[in-house]
């Protein structure tokens, strides 16, 4: 079974660039979750994707946008890159149908530094 | 603001030792709640949820759910030096986000 799946694992931008992260959700599910996650805190939540669409957004600047394709995987585009955006960037997914759909399992991340 | 608080840390415990991790919510909305380990440079990993207010355990590991007092708790048993790690408590409710806190520190030492 697999799981959740995320590439590129770490990536390097300067800043004013623009950036593509990509996510695989675990099989059977079809909910996915994006969070930023720097160094020493813990993830905050930037959106949600279910049926492709955003279904619920974080505190997080419009620079910050997604998509959820037909097949469940999706991608988070972070728009004129600011220092401050290094950080790790995590998918999680979870499944609408399982008993309890808020459970979000995560994928290995996405490293991002920004020079 | 909606908070997910917990020490920092570091807690260090003695191999062998009872590890308890603590945690507090603010919002009163929350209804589910999770524990995840995360290793230094990895991705958080998911060891237990809790809906129900008291314990539910799952090998050496016990939830512990509090709603009046907005507490939640884990305990880990028989702790081993590969628990070492951050673990992130994280509330959910029903606008289908985590919040999570800043994760305490464990470093399990033989």
């Known amino acids: 079974d697999a799981g959740v799946t995320q590439s590129p694992t770490h990536l390097i931008k300067t800043r004013g660039q623009q950036v593509t992260l990509r996510c695989s959700p675990k099989?059977?599910?079809?909910?996915v979750s994006w969070y930023q996650q720097a160094l020493g805190q813990g993830p905050q939540f930037i959106f949600q994707?279910?049926?492709?669409?955003?279904?619920q957004r974080g505190n997080f600047p419009d620079r910050f946008s997604g998509h959820q394709f037909p097949n469940y995987s999706s991608e988070l585009n972070v728009n004129a890159l600011l220092l401050g955006d290094s950080a790790l960037y995590l998918c999680?997914?979870?499944?609408?149908?399982?008993?309890?759909?808020?459970?979000?399992?995560f994928g290995p991340g996405t490293r991002l530094l920004v020079l | 603001q909606k908070e997910v608080e917990q020490n920092s840390g570091p807690l260090s415990v003695p191999e062998g030792a009872i590890a308890s991790l603590n945690c507090t919510y603010s919002?009163?909305?929350?209804?589910?709640f999770f524990w995840y380990r995360q290793y230094s440079g990895k991705s958080p990993e998911l060891i237990m949820f809790?809906?129900?207010?008291g314990d539910k355990e799952d090998g050496r590991f016990t939830a512990q759910l509090n709603k009046a007092s907005q507490y939640v708790s884990l305990l880990i048993r028989d702790s081993q030096p590969s628990d070492s790690a951050t673990y992130l408590c994280?509330?959910?409710?029903?606008?289908?986000?985590?919040?999570f806190g800043k994760g305490t520190l464990l470093t399990v030492n033989p």
């Open positions: 999680a997914s979870s499944g609408s149908q399982d008993v309890r759909g808020e459970t979000q399992y």
């Open positions: 099989s059977g599910h079809d909910t």
């Open positions: 994707y279910y049926e492709e669409e955003e279904r």
């Open positions: 919002d009163r909305g929350s209804q589910s």
């Open positions: 809790i809906y129900s207010n």
């Open positions: 994280a509330a959910g409710g029903s606008n289908y986000k985590l919040t």
